[in-house]
């Protein structure tokens, strides 16, 4: 009589991605769009102390194995703060104090540092999505209770993935980012052609100062970037984050060195050299691609030029985007200056889970409301970005 054997899944909780081989990591996590889940990103960012322990991120990811086979992954940090999250939740750390409620330790899904889309279970496809994902997140919920956690939060998730925890009774809590899409421009000049045109002017002048300043312009990819530029990104992403953003500097040096040369191929400068120095640039932005997305992360000057930030920061990589056929570009954090070179404002969510019964009521409650007042804020910012009228009518057919 034949007899059918049923898979045998276990569970496991690893504090390093180094545990996992990385190409049995990669199988699950390269065929996502994102590139901010494969190993040798969150390897690195472990390997060079940027997310550890003492520094208030406490890897502890969650893996499911059938039989000897990896067959479900996720990217798990016990927090102590909300630093590094870029979704500000510190309105609900006050409201679980009041309430007497402690809101930290809490488990947090996402790539450290890194707000940007794409974050998800990873799963082998050859398995019930369903099944696992109850799996995991029974898994998630039982390691909360018993190392009293407050709740679980899933950041900058892939829209995809979204109504899948829905399902499992997560919370979405709405929030929005500054995404350019390409309309399948053949040129910047079709780039140019969608704003009204005192922005047009803008956008040229600004061009024009970066020429003035005797600035010659790079893209460098992959191979093209050379070994003792890594260094340097550090340098001018130290440099910024001194500059404006006091206590939010994350990664080391060490984060960006090691970046050469297994994750080479995923990067891309946009480098300013003076007329007297070709080897050593005066301004750099650094991002991302994978295949047809790029990512912009980090940027930085050492001196103060006319319009090089807009010039590193959006009109290089949209040209050069262009050029490659990107379609979705997104330029990271903020959005001040984003709005006004055609970056809409465009929906993100967090997935939210509280273990405390009054934390879960309230936001049960009131998340609603709060996604609505969200929605109103991106509509009103889209209304007002600076295209022609013909662009805006072609918009709303």
């Known amino acids: 009589m034949f007899k059918q054997v049923q898979p045998r899944y276990s569970v496991s909780w690893i504090e390093k991605i180094s545990e996992i081989p990385k190409q049995v990591w990669d199988e699950l996590a390269t065929p996502l769009k994102t590139p901010f889940l494969e190993w040798e990103w969150l390897n690195n960012i472990e390997t060079s102390k940027s997310a550890i322990p003492r520094a208030g991120w406490q890897p502890c990811h969650l ?89 679980c939060h899933f950041l900058f998730v892939d829209p995809d993935w979204k109504p899948i925890l829905e399902n499992c009774g997560f919370s979405s809590w709405l929030h929005h980012s500054y995404i350019w899409a390409n309309p399948n421009f053949s040129n910047f000049d079709d780039y140019l052609k969608q704003f009204n045109a005192n922005q047009r002017r803008n956008i040229k002048r600004e061009r024009k100062a970066v020429n003035k300043a005797n600035l010659t312009m790079k893209v460098l990819t992959g191979d093209d970037i050379p070994h003792h530029l890594y260094p340097m990104i550090y340098r001018f992403y130290n440099n910024t984050c001194e500059k404006f953003y006091w206590g939010s500097k994350y990664l080391t040096r060490k984060f960006f060195e090691q970046l050469y040369p297994n994750y080479s191929h995923r990067v891309v400068v946009a480098a300013a050299y003076t007329d007297y120095d070709d080897y050593k640039p005066v301004g750099l932005s650094f991002c991302i691609r994978k295949d047809d997305n790029l990512y912009g992360r980090y ?99």
Not at 111 to 128: C, H, M, N
Not at 303 to 328: N, R, T, V
């Open 63 to 151: 893996t499911i194995w059938r039989d000897k086979d990896l067959i479900g992954a996720a990217p798990l940090y016990i927090k102590g703060h909300s630093y590094g999250e870029f979704v500000f939740d510190h309105q609900w750390a006050d409201l679980s104090h009041r309430l007497g409620v402690s809101y930290y330790p809490k488990l947090l899904g996402m790539t450290p540092f890194t707000p940007a889309v794409g974050y998800r279970f990873l799963i082998s496809p050859q398995e019930d999505e369903a099944e696992i994902t109850e799996m995991m997140v029974t898994a998630i919920d039982r390691f909360c209770a018993q190392n009293k956690l407050s709740g």
């Open 299 to 397: 940027w930085g000057s050492f001196e103060d030029y006319d319009c090089l930030h807009f010039e590193a920061c959006y009109y290089q990589p949209i040209e050069w985007a262009i050029k490659e056929g990107i379609k979705m570009f997104d330029p990271g954090a903020g959005g001040r200056h984003k709005r006004r070179r055609g970056f809409p404002a465009t929906p993100n969510y967090s997935l939210h889970r509280f273990y405390d019964q009054k934390m879960t009521q309230i936001l049960r409650n009131y998340i609603p409301q709060i996604n609505e007042m969200e929605q109103e804020e991106i509509d009103a910012i889209n209304q007002d970005l600076p295209f022609s009228k013909r662009e805006i009518e072609l918009k709303d057919v």
